[in-house]
């Protein structure tokens, strides 16, 4: 590790209150002790309760993280979320080391929209937004996304997969993709929503994914890559187990600390920018699904 890097790590994570974004809290605040906890979580009291464990689990947390009230679906709160946090590093003296858009849905209740607000548009805002406050040359960013990307891809139509794997994709065709499958599901009946509706998570984090090469192009003093955690036991994934009668452990899911490994590779380590890893910590394409232990990809 640059030993550069230990001078001071202000770390924002979104959606920190519960899963696997608590568990890279938690794994942050015991492992490195340089680092803040910029705790990022849309609801107050979850955020207190959330915080409170924390402190009552790592004695050493104590004056390690602030709360910032942030819904990634939304600009206005993303940007009051901004301006707060630059208030506390200009405070500080100090500029934002990382970010790691964590928050994330599978399924809303309202359609296929607010999963793409969240997955898609939210890590989109949240480094339009933040972008200036990171320190150049040293700063990462870590967009979780998830093997559904490749796996979507390695699925859908060629005009998307040709579009999302392009490296020089922009912003433009990747916000057009979103509003197409928005239209689509506006369009559709009954049983092409239901398979719209178990297409968009896959579909929203393929566009995380190219969002992420995009990223990287724009933003070159810093790196920024993407992960997926591997499949882990959270509110978002027991339910699956539920309706197969099956326990998480039978699914093969791992503990939110075991999810923790990318994300923590991509902060913490030298790396490059631009891609996308496995939960081991090793490269995978972004259009075919890589299992752990596989050879790394070098395309
Ligand atoms: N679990 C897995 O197997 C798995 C696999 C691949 C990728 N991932 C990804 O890992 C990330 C974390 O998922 P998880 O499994 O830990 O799920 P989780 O336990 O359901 O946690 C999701 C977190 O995101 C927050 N969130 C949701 N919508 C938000 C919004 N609009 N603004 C701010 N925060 C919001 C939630 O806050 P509330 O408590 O307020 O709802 C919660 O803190 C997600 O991006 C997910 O897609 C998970």
């Given at each position: 590790?640059?030993s550069?890097?230990?001078?001071?790590?202000t770390i924002?994570?979104?959606?920190?209150n519960?899963?696997?974004?608590?568990a890279?809290?938690?794994a942050?605040?015991e492992r490195?002790?340089?680092t803040?906890?910029l705790?990022?979580?849309?609801?107050?009291n979850r955020s207190a309760?959330a915080?409170?464990r924390?402190?009552?689990?790592?004695?050493?947390?104590?004056?390690?993280?602030?709360e910032?009230i942030?819904?990634?679906?939304?600009q206005?709160s993303?940007?009051n979320?901004?301006?707060?946090?630059e208030?506390?590093?200009t405070?500080r003296g100090?500029?934002l080391y990382g970010i790691v858009n964590n928050?994330g849905?599978?399924?809303?209740p309202?359609?296929?929209?607010e999963v793409?607000?969240?997955n898609?548009?939210g890590?989109?805002?949240v480094?339009?937004?933040?972008?200036h406050l990171?320190?150049?040359?040293?700063g990462?960013?870590?967009?979780?996304?998830?093997a559904?990307?490749?796996?979507?891809?390695?699925?859908?139509?060629?005009?998307t997969?040709?579009?999302?794997?392009?490296q020089?994709?922009?912003?433009?065709?990747?916000e057009e993709l979103t509003?197409e499958f928005?239209?689509?599901?506006q369009?559709?009946?009954?049983s092409?929503r239901?398979?719209?509706n178990s297409?968009?998570y896959?579909?929203?984090k393929?566009c995380?994914?190219a969002?992420t090469m995009?990223?990287a192009?724009?933003?070159?003093?810093?790196k920024?890559?993407?992960c997926?955690?591997g499949f882990i036991e959270t509110?978002?994934?027991?339910p699956?187990?539920?309706?197969q009668g099956?326990?998480?452990?039978d699914?093969?899911?791992k503990t939110p600390?075991?999810?923790t490994?990318?994300?923590?590779?991509l902060?913490?380590?030298?790396?490059?920018?631009?891609?996308?890893?496995?939960?081991?910590?090793v490269?995978?394409?972004?259009d075919?699904?890589r299992?752990p232990?596989?050879?790394?990809f070098?395309g």
């Amino acid at each position: 590790m640059n030993s550069t890097l230990k001078k001071s790590q202000t770390i924002l994570i979104t959606g920190a209150n519960k899963g696997i974004g608590f568990a890279i809290v938690e794994a942050l605040l015991e492992r490195f002790p340089e680092t803040h906890i910029l705790f990022g979580c849309r609801n107050k009291n979850r955020s207190a309760a959330a915080i409170d464990r924390l402190k009552s689990k790592i004695p050493s947390s104590t004056g390690r993280m602030d709360e910032i009230i942030l819904d990634v679906s939304k600009q206005n709160s993303i940007q009051n979320a901004a301006s707060q946090i630059e208030t506390l590093l200009t405070q500080r003296g100090l500029r934002l080391y990382g970010i790691v858009n964590n928050a994330g849905i599978m399924y809303s209740p309202t359609g296929v929209e607010e999963v793409i607000r969240v997955n898609t548009l939210g890590p989109k805002y949240v480094l339009d937004y933040f972008c200036h406050l990171l320190e150049p040359d040293i700063g990462r960013v870590v967009n979780i996304t998830s093997a559904a990307g490749p796996n979507y891809l390695s699925r859908c139509s060629a005009r998307t997969r040709k579009i999302l794997t392009n490296q020089e994709v922009s912003w433009k065709q990747i916000e057009e993709l979103t509003k197409e499958f928005i239209q689509q599901y506006q369009d559709s009946n009954d049983s092409e929503r239901e398979l719209l509706n178990s297409n968009v998570y896959g579909f929203s984090k393929a566009c995380a994914n190219a969002l992420t090469m995009q990223q990287a192009r724009s933003y070159t003093t810093v790196k920024i890559n993407a992960c997926t955690p591997g499949f882990i036991e959270t509110d978002m994934t027991v339910p699956i187990a539920q309706n197969q009668g099956r326990s998480p452990r039978d699914m093969g899911m791992k503990t939110p600390a075991q999810g923790t490994a990318s994300c923590i590779h991509l902060l913490m380590n030298d790396v490059n920018t631009g891609h996308y890893f496995g939960s081991d910590c090793v490269r995978s394409p972004i259009d075919k699904y890589r299992a752990p232990g596989a050879p790394a990809f070098n395309g």
